[in-house]
Protein backbone atom coordinates (compact mmCIF):
# COMPACT_ATOMS: atom_id res chain seq x y z
CA UNK A 1 0.00 0.00 0.00
CA UNK A 2 1.46 3.26 -1.10
CA UNK A 3 1.59 6.21 1.02
CA UNK A 4 -0.86 8.47 -1.05
CA UNK A 5 -3.23 5.78 -0.18
CA UNK A 6 -3.45 5.87 3.56
CA UNK A 7 -3.26 9.64 3.52
CA UNK A 8 -6.45 9.95 1.15
CA UNK A 9 -7.97 7.24 3.61
CA UNK A 10 -7.30 9.34 6.22
CA UNK A 11 -8.56 12.49 4.53
CA UNK A 12 -11.05 11.59 1.71
CA UNK A 13 -12.14 14.19 -1.00
CA UNK A 14 -14.39 16.56 0.46
CA UNK A 15 -17.63 16.72 -1.44
CA UNK A 16 -18.69 19.48 -3.82
CA UNK A 17 -19.45 22.66 -2.27
CA UNK A 18 -21.96 25.03 -2.82
CA UNK A 19 -21.12 27.83 -0.49
CA UNK A 20 -17.93 28.93 0.80
CA UNK A 21 -16.46 26.64 2.93
CA UNK A 22 -16.12 26.61 6.33
CA UNK A 23 -12.55 26.90 8.41
CA UNK A 24 -12.26 23.42 8.83
CA UNK A 25 -12.90 22.46 5.48
CA UNK A 26 -10.61 25.17 3.88
CA UNK A 27 -7.70 23.36 6.39
CA UNK A 28 -8.75 19.51 5.44
CA UNK A 29 -8.66 20.47 1.98
CA UNK A 30 -5.36 22.21 2.24
CA UNK A 31 -4.27 18.63 3.79
CA UNK A 32 -4.98 16.94 0.96
CA UNK A 33 -3.74 18.74 -1.48
CA UNK A 34 -0.36 19.16 -0.09
CA UNK A 35 -0.21 15.06 1.15
CA UNK A 36 -1.63 13.43 -1.30
CA UNK A 37 1.85 12.54 -3.37
CA UNK A 38 4.04 9.68 -2.53
CA UNK A 39 6.47 10.89 -0.04
CA UNK A 40 9.90 9.73 0.31
CA UNK A 41 10.37 8.41 3.57
CA UNK A 42 13.71 9.62 5.03
CA UNK A 43 15.15 12.30 7.49
CA UNK A 44 15.32 14.93 4.89
CA UNK A 45 11.04 14.94 4.88
CA UNK A 46 10.21 14.59 8.46
CA UNK A 47 9.75 18.57 8.51
CA UNK A 48 7.28 18.76 6.33
CA UNK A 49 4.97 16.86 8.84
CA UNK A 50 5.90 19.15 11.58
CA UNK A 51 1.95 20.20 11.94
CA UNK A 52 0.22 22.07 15.13
CA UNK A 53 0.43 18.89 17.57
CA UNK A 54 -2.98 19.56 18.40
CA UNK A 55 -4.00 17.78 15.22
CA UNK A 56 -4.28 14.03 16.42
CA UNK A 57 -3.24 12.26 12.66
CA UNK A 58 -0.27 14.31 12.54
CA UNK A 59 1.15 13.47 16.14
CA UNK A 60 0.53 9.84 14.56
CA UNK A 61 2.25 10.67 11.22
CA UNK A 62 5.42 12.56 13.52
CA UNK A 63 5.63 9.71 15.45
CA UNK A 64 6.23 7.41 12.13
CA UNK A 65 9.04 9.55 11.24
CA UNK A 66 11.02 9.40 14.29
CA UNK A 67 10.04 6.12 15.60
CA UNK A 68 10.63 4.62 11.89
CA UNK A 69 7.45 2.25 12.40
CA UNK A 70 5.87 2.07 8.78
CA UNK A 71 2.37 3.98 7.38
CA UNK A 72 0.21 0.82 7.56
CA UNK A 73 1.15 0.37 11.29
CA UNK A 74 1.15 4.22 12.13
CA UNK A 75 -2.39 4.80 10.90
CA UNK A 76 -3.44 2.65 13.78
CA UNK A 77 -0.97 3.58 16.03
CA UNK A 78 -2.31 5.52 19.65
CA UNK A 79 -1.44 9.30 19.30
CA UNK A 80 1.05 9.43 21.97
CA UNK A 81 1.13 12.68 24.35
CA UNK A 82 2.84 15.23 22.27
CA UNK A 83 6.41 15.24 24.12
CA UNK A 84 9.78 14.18 23.65
CA UNK A 85 12.53 14.15 25.79
CA UNK A 86 16.43 15.74 24.79
CA UNK A 87 19.15 14.63 27.43
CA UNK A 88 22.35 16.33 27.46
CA UNK A 89 24.64 13.54 29.21
CA UNK A 90 28.03 15.86 28.00
CA UNK A 91 26.37 19.44 30.79
CA UNK A 92 23.94 17.15 32.54
CA UNK A 93 20.11 18.40 32.04
CA UNK A 94 17.18 16.82 30.48
CA UNK A 95 13.56 17.79 30.05
CA UNK A 96 10.63 17.14 27.34
CA UNK A 97 9.62 19.29 24.16
CA UNK A 98 6.33 19.29 21.98
CA UNK A 99 7.55 16.63 19.14
CA UNK A 100 6.32 18.56 16.27
CA UNK A 101 9.28 21.30 17.50
CA UNK A 102 12.45 21.71 15.33
CA UNK A 103 16.06 22.40 16.65
CA UNK A 104 17.68 25.79 15.38
CA UNK A 105 21.54 25.73 14.98
CA UNK A 106 23.23 28.68 15.93
CA UNK A 107 20.44 30.40 17.85
CA UNK A 108 23.50 30.67 20.68
CA UNK A 109 22.07 28.57 23.63
CA UNK A 110 22.93 25.31 24.41
CA UNK A 111 20.21 24.17 22.55
CA UNK A 112 17.36 25.86 20.64
CA UNK A 113 13.93 24.72 19.52
CA UNK A 114 10.90 26.66 17.44
CA UNK A 115 7.54 25.85 16.75
CA UNK A 116 7.64 25.29 12.93
CA UNK A 117 4.59 27.35 12.58
CA UNK A 118 4.65 29.80 15.50
CA UNK A 119 7.78 31.69 15.06
CA UNK A 120 7.79 33.30 18.40
CA UNK A 121 7.27 30.52 19.95
CA UNK A 122 10.60 28.55 21.41
CA UNK A 123 12.83 26.57 24.20
CA UNK A 124 15.98 27.38 25.18
CA UNK A 125 18.46 26.17 27.83
CA UNK A 126 21.27 28.33 29.40
CA UNK A 127 24.42 27.38 31.16
CA UNK A 128 26.30 29.49 33.07
CA UNK A 129 30.52 29.32 32.22
CA UNK A 130 31.98 25.98 34.26
CA UNK A 131 34.93 28.17 35.16
CA UNK A 132 33.21 31.24 36.43
CA UNK A 133 30.26 29.75 38.21
CA UNK A 134 30.24 28.28 41.76
CA UNK A 135 26.95 27.74 42.75
CA UNK A 136 25.56 25.18 45.35
CA UNK A 137 22.15 25.56 45.00
CA UNK A 138 19.51 27.77 43.14
CA UNK A 139 18.62 29.58 46.74
CA UNK A 140 22.31 30.94 45.88
CA UNK A 141 20.06 33.29 43.60
CA UNK A 142 18.29 34.28 46.49
CA UNK A 143 14.50 34.29 47.08
CA UNK A 144 12.16 33.38 44.52
CA UNK A 145 10.97 37.05 44.09
CA UNK A 146 14.81 38.07 43.86
CA UNK A 147 15.38 35.87 40.82
CA UNK A 148 12.54 36.53 39.20
CA UNK A 149 13.86 40.40 39.17
CA UNK A 150 17.13 38.83 37.96
CA UNK A 151 15.46 37.16 35.16
CA UNK A 152 13.38 40.13 33.91
CA UNK A 153 16.67 42.59 34.06
CA UNK A 154 18.61 39.59 31.69
CA UNK A 155 15.28 39.70 29.24
CA UNK A 156 15.16 43.52 28.97
CA UNK A 157 18.87 43.73 28.42
CA UNK A 158 18.79 41.01 25.51
CA UNK A 159 15.54 42.81 24.19
CA UNK A 160 17.24 46.16 23.60
CA UNK A 161 16.97 48.28 20.95
CA UNK A 162 18.35 51.04 18.97
CA UNK A 163 14.96 51.85 17.47
CA UNK A 164 13.54 55.12 17.94
CA UNK A 165 9.89 55.02 19.68
CA UNK A 166 9.98 51.57 20.68
CA UNK A 167 8.59 51.21 24.13
CA UNK A 168 9.24 47.95 26.24
CA UNK A 169 6.22 47.22 29.07
CA UNK A 170 7.37 44.32 31.65
CA UNK A 171 5.37 42.78 34.61
CA UNK A 172 6.79 39.51 36.87
CA UNK A 173 3.65 37.69 36.88
CA UNK A 174 4.77 34.69 39.42
CA UNK A 175 7.82 33.31 41.34
CA UNK A 176 7.59 30.10 43.10
CA UNK A 177 9.62 27.24 44.25
CA UNK A 178 9.48 23.32 44.22
CA UNK A 179 11.43 20.74 45.01
CA UNK A 180 11.33 18.27 42.24
CA UNK A 181 11.65 14.23 42.33
CA UNK A 182 15.07 14.10 42.42
CA UNK A 183 15.15 15.96 45.42
CA UNK A 184 16.59 19.27 43.85
CA UNK A 185 15.26 22.99 44.39
CA UNK A 186 14.03 24.30 41.32
CA UNK A 187 12.61 28.05 41.06
CA UNK A 188 10.26 29.10 37.98
CA UNK A 189 9.65 32.64 36.75
CA UNK A 190 7.01 33.75 34.48
CA UNK A 191 7.15 37.22 33.19
CA UNK A 192 4.99 39.10 30.39
CA UNK A 193 6.73 41.51 28.06
CA UNK A 194 5.03 44.12 25.54
CA UNK A 195 6.73 45.90 22.57
CA UNK A 196 5.39 49.00 21.22
CA UNK A 197 7.05 50.77 18.33
CA UNK A 198 6.46 53.60 15.82
CA UNK A 199 4.79 52.83 12.55
CA UNK A 200 6.79 55.89 11.24
CA UNK A 201 9.78 56.48 13.48
CA UNK A 202 11.42 58.89 11.34
CA UNK A 203 8.67 61.40 11.60
CA UNK A 204 9.62 65.22 13.09
CA UNK A 205 6.24 65.48 14.09
CA UNK A 206 5.06 63.54 17.15
CA UNK A 207 1.52 63.39 15.81
CA UNK A 208 3.27 61.19 13.15
CA UNK A 209 4.57 59.05 14.81
CA UNK A 210 1.63 56.48 16.15
CA UNK A 211 2.79 53.52 18.36
CA UNK A 212 1.37 50.59 18.72
CA UNK A 213 1.46 46.62 19.81
CA UNK A 214 4.52 44.79 18.42
CA UNK A 215 4.24 41.88 20.28
CA UNK A 216 2.79 40.18 23.69
CA UNK A 217 4.99 37.53 24.85
CA UNK A 218 4.99 35.07 27.96
CA UNK A 219 8.26 34.40 29.30
CA UNK A 220 8.55 31.03 31.14
CA UNK A 221 12.00 30.42 33.06
CA UNK A 222 13.08 27.37 35.26
CA UNK A 223 15.90 27.92 37.23
CA UNK A 224 18.55 24.73 38.91
CA UNK A 225 21.98 24.13 40.23
CA UNK A 226 24.10 21.59 39.71
CA UNK A 227 28.08 20.51 38.68
CA UNK A 228 28.57 24.44 40.23
CA UNK A 229 26.79 25.73 37.24
CA UNK A 230 23.38 27.75 36.84
CA UNK A 231 21.02 26.06 34.17
CA UNK A 232 17.93 28.11 32.71
CA UNK A 233 15.33 26.53 31.12
CA UNK A 234 13.49 29.34 28.71
CA UNK A 235 10.13 28.82 27.16
CA UNK A 236 8.79 31.66 25.11
CA UNK A 237 5.42 32.19 23.67
CA UNK A 238 2.87 34.40 22.34
CA UNK A 239 0.18 35.48 25.13
CA UNK A 240 -2.55 34.09 23.17
CA UNK A 241 -0.87 31.22 22.49
CA UNK A 242 -0.12 30.64 25.78
CA UNK A 243 -3.33 30.33 26.78
CA UNK A 244 -4.00 27.54 24.38
CA UNK A 245 -1.29 25.72 25.19
CA UNK A 246 -0.40 26.37 28.53
CA UNK A 247 -1.04 22.70 29.69
CA UNK A 248 1.24 21.40 27.69
CA UNK A 249 4.32 24.15 27.98
CA UNK A 250 3.71 23.55 32.19
CA UNK A 251 4.52 20.11 31.47
CA UNK A 252 7.75 20.92 29.40
CA UNK A 253 8.61 23.20 32.79
CA UNK A 254 7.92 20.19 35.52
CA UNK A 255 9.93 17.97 33.13
CA UNK A 256 13.44 19.97 33.64
CA UNK A 257 16.04 18.20 35.64
CA UNK A 258 19.44 19.18 35.87
CA UNK A 259 21.78 15.88 36.63
CA UNK A 260 25.19 15.02 37.77
CA UNK A 261 28.12 14.96 35.43
CA UNK A 262 30.30 11.94 35.61
CA UNK A 263 33.95 12.14 34.50
Known sequence: MTTTIILNSLFPPPPPQTHSPSGLTRYMTSFTLRYSTT????VQTTKAFAVPRRNAVA??????????VGLHDAAFAQPSIGLREYID????????????????RGAGADI???????????ISVELSSPSSSRYKSV???????EAGEKVL???LTEFMSTRLGVKRES?????????????KIYYQVEVNIKSYASNNELAVMPQDRVVSLEWDRRYLSVLGVENNRLYELRLQTPENVFLEEENDLRQVMD???VNKVVG
Open 139 to 145: EDLGPPQ
Open 59 to 68: LILSSYFFSG
Open 171 to 183: NILSTSSRVADDG
Open 153 to 155: KQY
Open 89 to 104: TFDGYSFRYPQNWIPV
Open 112 to 122: FFRDPYVLDEN
Open 255 to 257: SFR
Open 39 to 42: ISCN
